[in-house]
């Protein structure tokens, strides 16, 4: 069983890591932003409610967050595990997310801490903004999205830290080698191994 989160700052690569990830250990990994991002898309009820949040670069509502993720969690392919992206930010969604695995009886293998530093990520999120054009790539969007990070995501480390669940990775460096770093370190400090 890997039931796996992935902390980090905007631009650290969370979603590529996430994608290999999903790969080695054979269990679906979970964005909430891509969720929200295809429900802007399709133009859902959800979307117009998340867009403007997300193109200022501020957490969408914990409400709205929570709802989606408890509902994202009660489908049958999570039942081997999973991996999420970017959830949680905030220390209600922490609470929200160890009521939804209490009520399933189950219990985080690790929390996935990926750094990078704010110079690489700005260059990188930048880059990202020439290739793909995401409305919340702008640099005074970027830098928005950094503070709030700060502010309300990097603390919550600490609290999973004291749990005993962070494994720090250093994020700078090609795909594959941060991939092999995050998976070597769960297989030395957790026990825990690709299928
Ligand atoms: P990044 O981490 O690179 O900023 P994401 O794709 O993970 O990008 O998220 C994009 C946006 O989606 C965030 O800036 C935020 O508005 C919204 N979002 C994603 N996950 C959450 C969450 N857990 N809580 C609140 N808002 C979120």
Redesign the pocket.
């Known amino acids: 069983m890997s039931r796996f989160l992935l902390i980090g700052p905007?631009?650290a690569g969370?979603?590529t890591q996430a994608e290999q990830l999903s790969v080695a250990f054979g269990i679906p990994a979970i964005?909430?932003?891509?969720i929200?991002?295809h429900n802007v898309k399709n133009e859902t009820e959800l979307g117009k409610l998340?867009k403007s949040?997300?193109d200022r670069?501020?957490?969408?509502p914990?409400s709205l967050?929570n709802d989606l993720v408890r509902d994202r969690l009660s489908q049958p392919d999570v039942a081997a595990g999973f991996l999420l992206?970017?959830?949680?930010?905030?220390a209600e969604?922490v609470t929200e997310l160890d009521a939804i695995l209490a009520d399933n009886s189950s219990e985080l293998d690790a929390v996935i801490q990926l750094t990078a530093d704010t110079d690489e990520v700005v260059r990188r999120?930048l880059g990202r903004a020439a290739e793909q054009g995401r409305a919340?790539d702008t640099e005074d969007v970027i830098r928005r999205?950094l503070e709030v990070y700060e502010e309300q995501t990097a603390p919550l480390i600490d609290s999973y830290a004291s749990r005993g669940l962070v494994i720090r990775i250093d994020g700078l460096g090609p795909v594959a080698e941060v991939t092999e770093r995050i998976i070597e370190a769960l297989e030395n400090q957790s026990g825990i191994s690709p299928r």
Not at 31 to 34: E, K, L, V, W
Not at 57 to 60: D, R
């Open positions: 905007p631009g969370k979603g964005s909430t932003g891509d929200f991002r998340a949040y997300m670069g501020e957490y969408v914990d967050t992206d970017g959830y949680p930010r905030t969604q999120l919340d999205r």
